[in-house]
């Protein structure tokens, strides 16, 4: 589906669609992500119940929430939000990743509306949601302004929306480039571009140009020692997230 606005950037969609068939391979292109999402989703979980007062505790805690996962890849954070009972929309701008997202979630027993599209033409279409979730994807758009723009428009007047992203600045630079890419080779040389990384002020005011209001933000830290990641109210350095409301 071709949109006839769109911030999809092609160089970064060929990246995406490259590594697709590895997206459930714990070991493999995607191994950062995989450890990183048991604290993603903490902090997702976290601020769904708290914004729409769910117990996570209960079944189905989710049950009756539309939740929309822009950038699903193959379906990481897609699934865990179905499994709580959620009615969860997976688009990608990266084709190939869709096949792969589908195919787990039938493996797996779930029912989840994987579409090869993006924001804006999901926007267009006047489609809406209870929470957009837009993890690891602002940085890898062509316009984040207009890219947010769009996710602002997917949610339902008092919706929650859920961005992560790269600060920028040198130890951004030294951890997710040269680390992660050159050192432990965890992802392909390339992957990220540190020039399109956000900082979490730039962020902010973003989400506010977009109709949005930001109410929250916290860093994603990496522990070598214990290798695990962990939330952070304080160090936003290189990953961070945030969350924020549109208006009643």
């Known amino acids: 589906m071709q949109a006839h606005h769109t911030t999809v950037d092609p160089d970064e969609i060929a990246k995406f669609e490259a590594m697709a068939a ?13 450890m990183l999402n048991p604290c993603r989703l903490d902090y997702i979980t976290n601020q769904i119940a708290g914004e729409f007062d769910r117990d996570l505790t209960a079944p189905l805690p989710f049950k009756g929430l539309r939740i929309l996962d822009v950038g699903c890849g193959g379906g990481l954070l897609a699934e865990p939000m179905a499994r709580m009972g959620a009615d969860v929309v997976g688009a990608d701008a990266a084709e190939g990743n869709i096949p792969v997202a589908r195919i787990h979630a039938e493996q797996s027993g779930l029912e989840i509306d994987y579409r090869h599209t993006t924001a804006e033409d999901m926007a267009a279409a006047g489609e809406q949601f209870d929470v957009v979730l837009n993890m690891e994807v602002v940085e890898h758009v062509a316009s984040p302004i207009d890219y947010l723009t769009a996710c602002g428009q997917l949610l339902k007047p008092g919706g929650l929306h859920l961005c992560s992203t790269l600060n920028r600045n040198p130890k951004s630079y030294m951890m997710a480039i040269i680390g992660a890419e050159h050192v432990m080779r965890w992802l392909p040389r390339g992957t990220h571009d540190w020039s399109k990384f956000i900082t979490p002020d730039e962020l902010f005011d973003l989400l506010t140009r977009a109709g949005l209001v930001p109410v929250d933000r916290k860093g994603f830290v990496f522990n070598p020692i214990t290798w695990s990641w962990s939330l952070s109210d304080r160090d936003l350095s290189v990953n961070y997230v945030t969350a924020s409301l549109k208006p009643d």
Do not use: A, I, V
């Not at 590895?22 to 995989?34: A, S």
């Open 22 to 34: 590895e997206w459930w391979d714990q070991d493999g292109k995607f191994k950062p992500l995989h």
